[in-house]
């Protein structure tokens, strides 16, 4: 049962327009959100979050939005850069779960020149 | 320079051999964790301990085993019975937040 579920394995975006991350998730104890970047063969790098408290988290081009209701969030990136280029997982965590999460099946994300 | 090691980078094995994966961190965190990640599926949790002397299994703990003596270590060992071990080992940890930092992986291939 995939408690989080990004139904877009790829997205090709051309570099400075904004490229848009989906993410759902089903369990309605989820209340922080996380969304992370992973080159090949390497470890997956943190990039922002968002509390279930907050509709929307902004770092530089990354912005997060939350929609409780929907149980979805997405990841906007504005301008795109060619560097962007990577595999962007989303994580999901449960108060009083220890701490561990529960990922997505990531989203590959190609920024063309 | 802080952070989480993984060695070996790369891992052959032959079948029905042991072999353990290491993990060490010196951020001083408490909480440290497993993942395996497979070709177009997410991170899948194996193992945590969120504190020495003591772990959980995660989702997919069948064939694996881990122990925590020491802060800085928590090494995975894939066992004989994980039948399907070949994929790629991530470690993490975090201090009790949410945020966890990862280690750059070790890939696991069976011969």
Same mark, same amino acid.
């Given at each position: 049962?995939q408690q989080?579920?990004?139904?877009s394995?790829?997205?090709? $975006?051309?570099?400075?327009?904004?490229?848009?991350?989906?993410?759902?998730?089903?369990n309605?104890?989820?209340?922080?959100?996380?969304?992370?970047?992973?080159?090949p063969?390497?470890?997956?790098?943190?990039l922002?979050?968002?509390?279930?408290?907050?509709?929307?988290?902004e770092?530089?081009r990354?912005? $997060?939005?939350?929609n409780?209701?929907?149980?979805?969030?997405?990841?906007?990136? $504005?301008?795109?850069?060619p560097g962007?280029?990577?595999?962007?997982?989303?994580?999901?965590?449960?108060?009083?779960?220890?701490?561990?999460?529960?990922?997505g099946?990531?989203?590959?994300?190609? $920024?063309?020149? | 320079? /802080? /952070?989480?090691?993984?060695?070996?980078?790369y891992?052959?094995?032959?079948?029905g051999?042991?072999?353990?994966?290491?993990?060490?961190q010196?951020?001083n965190h408490?909480?440290?964790?497993?993942?395996?990640?497979d070709?177009?599926?997410?991170?899948r949790l194996?193992?945590?301990?969120?504190?020495?002397?003591?772990?959980q299994?995660?989702?997919?703990?069948? /064939?694996?085993s881990?122990?925590?003596?020491?802060k800085?270590?928590?090494?995975?060992?894939?066992?004989?019975?994980?039948?399907?071990p070949?994929?790629?080992y991530l470690?993490a940890?975090?201090l009790? /937040?949410?945020?966890?930092?990862?280690?750059?992986?070790?890939?696991?291939t069976?011969?």
């Amino acid at each position: 049962d995939q408690q989080v579920k990004q139904n877009s394995p790829s997205l090709s $975006v051309q570099e400075g327009r904004i490229s848009i991350l989906n993410c759902d998730y089903t369990n309605s104890m989820f209340d922080y959100f996380l969304w992370y970047k992973k080159y090949p063969a390497e470890g997956p790098t943190f990039l922002i979050s968002i509390s279930s408290i907050k509709d929307k988290n902004e770092d530089g081009r990354f912005t $997060v939005f939350l929609n409780k209701s929907a149980k979805h969030l997405s990841l906007h990136i $504005v301008p795109s850069q060619p560097g962007d280029s990577a595999v962007y997982f989303c994580a999901a965590s449960a108060t009083g779960g220890g701490n561990k999460l529960t990922f997505g099946t990531g989203t590959q994300l190609k $920024v063309e020149l | 320079d /802080g /952070g989480i090691t993984q060695s070996p980078k790369y891992l052959f094995r032959k079948e029905g051999q042991n072999v353990t994966l290491s993990c060490e961190q010196n951020l001083n965190h408490d909480a440290m964790y497993w993942y395996r990640q497979d070709p177009g599926q997410g991170l899948r949790l194996i193992y945590y301990s969120q504190i020495v002397n003591d772990f959980q299994k995660g989702d997919i703990a069948e /064939g694996y085993s881990v122990s925590r003596e020491k802060k800085e270590s928590f090494p995975l060992t894939v066992t004989s019975a994980q039948k399907n071990p070949t994929a790629f080992y991530l470690c993490a940890s975090t201090l009790g /937040g949410d945020e966890q930092f990862f280690g750059p992986g070790t890939r696991l291939t069976v011969l």
